[in-house]
């Protein structure tokens, strides 16, 4: 059997129509930047998340990017991010001109660990990106009063976390801002690239629309030196086709992660452990196992595709050489590194397709 690690195939054949419906309507209005998708669009996934506003940007990497810089966050100032994430997170806060300062997660939940954020802090902390990798969400009541104490803002991260809760919340209502990515990849995904920011402040708000559209907050006023940023009518006419399957794709995402979680049963794994008050939505199910190279080769010849998330950590990236961060300084980032794998996960797999991945996981020896 052939296992591929993500598929769209499921979901391309059941939206086809919405998707073409979507691609017509913008076509037959002959309007593609700054039109009624985008607006419907930015209204409808506020309304999702629970948040006052949403703006349409260009990608996740910018989300993040506007988001600090909204903020006023730049050059002399430092940003709390984890060690262990994508690395946008990190390049977001290099763009603004401000130094990413790197805090281990815990290695049973892969996120940010709150109780090592403290000693991160200088004079210069401006802020902490909590980022809900792989769709499980941070610890956020510790998170938000570490933030209250210090006076710093809290720009979530969640491309990897489109409607998940914690204590029932969704992600992107706990911070000052929150920046989404809707690559293609992700929970919910565009056909292309976009992304989007949601927040209750709406000088925030208004402040990232104005910073991606040239800094312009009137046609030919120009009040930031901003950039082009915009998320275009043709993909926001695609999420709003797709945006009102997420949530039955999310619970689809669950049954097959519970599947992985209770059958998944080899000694040499580890699973993922999920906060009591976390629902996660699973962008990626990450296993871990101390002989992960081998493991993934022979996961490969069975058929079954599989990922790393990531297999090499942002401090020990040839880019980021000039923080000087040795290697082994950041340990559990990188024995997550080093162990991490991700298996298959998508909307429309298969309980055949997802049982072949466990009994290979389990009949696995070496
Ligand atoms: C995908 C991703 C981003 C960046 O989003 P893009 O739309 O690809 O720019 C940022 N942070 C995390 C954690 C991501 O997974």
Known sequence: MKIPFVSFLPMEKELRNDIYDAFDRVFTRSWYIEGVEDEAFEQAFAD???TEYCVGVGNGLDALMLALKALDIGEGDEVIVPSNTYIATALA??????T????????RTYNINHSLIEAAITEKTKAIIPVHLYGQVCEMDSILEIARKHNLRVVEDCAQAHGATYKGQKVGTFGDVAGFSFYPGKNLGALGDAGAVVTNNKDIADKIRALGNYGSDYKYHHIYKGNNSRLDEMQAAFLNAKLPHLDKMNVERRRIASMYTSGINNPKIIKPYVLPDCIPVWHIYAIRCAER?????????KGISTNKHYPIPIHLQKCYKDLNIPEGSLSIAEEISYTELSIPLYYGMTDEEVKYVIDAINMFKE
Do not use: Q
């Open 100 to 107: 990413p300062v790197f805090v281990e997660p815990d290695i």
């Open 93 to 98: 806060v290099t763009y603004v001109g401000a």
């Open 293 to 301: 190279d081998a493991l993934e080769k022979y996961l490969n010849e």
């Open 48 to 50: 999702y998340c629970g």
